[in-house]
């Protein structure tokens, strides 16, 4: 028995392949196998060795079978290696696949609707191509207001119709549509002839509504407040400067204290200290009214926010025309 055992391992070493390792395992366990002549001679045998000697026997065919399964593995696993030798190119293209991502502005853009919907305020869309009346008269933009100058408006060949300028005709769109309480955010892209590192001629803007009896400019603030510190992850310096717009009375601007310097100044606030990032304001009695709501029992604020702006100021990008290059060296970072 420890001679097959000894020819059995011999055996194996010369196996090259799986119909080798078939006619190695006949000659061992097949019907006239080595093996199996031991176990159908165990009549032969006197009765008080019968026990020792079938024992041994079966020890020797699961060494067999073991073995010989080894081999089988080890021969798969080499057919399997060949064929995938032949196989080099379509792993490499495999390889050269590359996950996608979302555009850091859809990433932002997605962040800050997600926070004031958080802050229960509903969803409204307007269109790119606006009708003139939405984006200016009824906003109580004069006429002669520089904003409608060639040099801002991108017009249309279609009368009274043009790409609009900011998001805040979907204020007017809203309150025409809904009585108050309103309590609103839109975003989309908005158009405008300026063109330099921190300006493109067509950008995101987030606009936000709330009209009600008793809205007033502490809810204003507070709601920008809230929001800046939900954007940003950390406490803001956060300074309301008045301003103007022909839609809102008072106009407010709002300054963060400038991520990068902590406010001691440096290029990025051009040594100001501070970073605009929103406009806002109570909303003109005049614009109520151009939409059917009595000023006299209710008020509004409105804020409107630059969502490139943002973005820059989130990830740390000094130039905005890199969000509109496809370049994937860029988007790849995010
Ligand atoms: N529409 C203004 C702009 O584009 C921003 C703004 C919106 C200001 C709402 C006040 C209130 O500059």
Redesign the pocket.
């Known amino acids: 028995m420890d001679e097959i055992k000894e020819e059995i391992l011999k055996d194996l070493k010369k196996v090259k392949n799986l119909n080798e390792l078939k006619a190695l395992r006949d000659k061992f366990l097949g019907k006239e196998g080595k093996i199996t002549k031991l176990l159908s001679k165990i009549r032969e045998i006197p009765r008080e060795e019968r026990k020792e000697y079938g024992k041994r026997v079966n020890l020797l065919k699961e060494f067999a079978l073991k073995e010989i399964e080894r081999k089988r593995k080890e021969l798969e696993g080499l057919i399997l290696e060949e064929n995938l030798k032949g196989e080099w190119e379509d792993l490499s293209f495999y390889q050269g696949e590359e996950e996608g991502n979302l555009h850091p502005i859809t990433k932002t853009l997605n962040r800050i609707l997600q926070i004031f919907l958080f802050m229960n305020f509903t969803l409204e869309e307007g269109p790119e191509v606006e009708r003139e009346d939405y984006n200016f008269d009824l906003l109580n933009i004069p006429k002669e207001h520089p904003a409608r100058d060639m040099q801002d408006t991108f017009y249309l060949n279609r009368e009274g119709y043009l790409l609009r300028?900011?998001?805040?005709p979907v204020?007017i769109r809203t309150m025409l549509k809904k009585r108050p309480p309103i309590r609103m955010v839109s975003a989309g892209k908005?158009y405008r002839r300026d063109d330099d590192p921190t300006h493109s001629p067509m950008f995101f803007?987030v606009?936000?509504?709330v009209v009600d009896r008793d809205t007033n400019i502490r809810q204003l603030k507070y709601t920008v407040r809230v929001f800046l510190k939900l954007f940003f992850g950390q406490e803001v310096k956060v300074r309301f400067r008045s301003s103007y717009?022909p839609?809102?009375e008072p106009?407010l601007e709002v300054d963060i204290g400038c991520l990068l310097c902590k406010g001691k100044g440096c290029g990025v606030c051009k040594g100001t200290g501070y970073l605009e990032v929103?406009?806002?304001?109570m909303v003109h009695s005049r614009v109520l009214k151009n939409c059917g709501i009595d000023p006299q029992e209710y008020r509004g604020f409105?804020?409107?926010?630059g969502v490139e702006r943002l973005c820059m100021l989130y990830y740390q990008i000094p130039n905005i025309k890199l969000f509109y290059e496809n370049d994937l060296r860029f988007l790849k970072q995010f």
């Open positions: 300028t900011h998001t805040s204020q908005v803007q606009e936000g509504l717009f839609f809102t106009s929103m406009g806002c304001g409105a804020f409107g926010l």
